[in-house]
């Protein structure tokens, strides 16, 4: 989502906690992603935007513009979000190319973003993030320890920011 709310996976026992889950679910809608939508949008973005970003699109059936706090990791350009199948259901829309916009360290930037579900690509996600960030190491634990995986249950969105004319 790793915190929900930020599109982190997290460990299989945890999924598996539904009404732990529920609740959290609660919290991070109606209180904990509004308050990191506002906060990367002033200047404390500084304190956060290493780690974290916000995404908009407008959604493929609703047409309504969806925004959320995502961590992510970057490779080069690119811009990684790993998130869980059935907890969310945002990254639906990227199931095939999709336009988005980030506000990342206080810019917008035009990408398109794509999910995959793939192994391959969920695995080198989960390692990107697990190697880039202590604090996925410490909620995701070891992405090689297979026990503590179900990569079924999991998907990496890739935004690639979208060139744009000078």
């Known amino acids: 989502m790793g915190v ?3 599109s ?3 460990s299989r026992s945890f999924t598996e906690m539904s009404w732990i889950a529920a609740i959290w679910k609660g919290i991070e809608s109606y209180f904990f992603n509004p308050l990191m939508v506002l906060m990367l949008k002033t200047p404390v973005h500084r304190l956060l935007s290493h780690r974290f970003m916000t995404v908009s699109y407008d959604g493929r059936t609703s047409g309504d513009r969806i925004t959320f706090p995502a961590g992510y990791v970057r490779d080069d350009s690119t811009f ?3 998130t869980t199948r059935e ?3 945002w990254w639906t829309n990227f199931k095939s190319p999709h336009p988005a916009s980030l506000q990342h360290r206080g810019q917008q930037i035009a990408v398109e973003g794509e999910a995959f579900i793939d192994r391959r690509r969920v695995t080198e996600g989960v390692e ?3 190697r880039d960030s202590s604090l996925y190491r410490f ?3 070891n992405p090689d320890d297979e026990l503590n995986w179900n990569f079924n249950e999991l998907v990496v ?3 690639r920011p ?3 004319p000078s």
Do not use: N, R, W, Y
Request: aromatic fraction near 4%.
């Open 4 to 6: 929900l709310a930020l």
């Open 157 to 159: 969105v890739h935004f």
């Open 139 to 141: 909620l995701l634990g």
């Open 128 to 130: 990107q993030l697990c």
């Open 80 to 82: 990684i979000v790993v």
């Open 162 to 164: 979208i060139d744009q």
């Open 8 to 10: 982190s996976p997290v």
């Open 87 to 89: 907890e969310t259901v």
